[in-house]
Nanobody, 117 residues
Framework: QVQLVESGGGVVQPGGSLRLSCEVS????????VGWYRRAPGKQRESVAR???????NYPDSVKVRFTISRDNARNTVMLQMSNLKPEDTAVYYC???????????WGQGTQVTVSS
């Protein structure tokens, strides 16, 4: 059973920054993809960033330029740097690893991000 532990959430003012971390219990360099998702109250879960095995990344337009996903293979950790945060970024953020496309994979417990003045 792969375990994922997210950290780094909190309360930040609009325009501020936060850095989330996801520590994975297995080597991440060989994982098919690691992604960050979020779920806001009353909304469906959505993908906000993904890093693939080859190091390529994907972002939806809503966070492109503002969010950056990266990984530290030595620490089995995937980070999400979020800048210029907006109130609509408020959500619980989850880390996910998947072994192939379409795999539901493993999920962390989530970390709350609140953007409010």
């Amino acid at each position: 059973q792969v375990q994922l532990v997210e950290s780094g959430g909190g309360v930040v003012q609009p325009g501020g920054s936060l850095r989330l971390s996801c520590e994975v219990s297995e080597p991440i360099f060989s994982i098919y993809a690691v992604g960050w998702y979020r779920r806001a109250p009353g909304k469906q879960r959505e993908s906000v960033a993904r890093i693939n095995r080859d190091g390529s990344t994907n972002y939806p337009d809503s966070v492109k330029v503002r969010f950056t996903i990266s990984r530290d293979n030595a620490r089995n950790t995937v980070m999400l740097q979020m800048s210029n945060l907006k109130p609509e970024d408020t959500a619980v953020y989850y880390c996910n690893t998947r072994r192939w496309e379409g795999d539901n994979g493993y999920w962390g417990q989530g970390t709350q991000v609140t953007v409010s003045s």
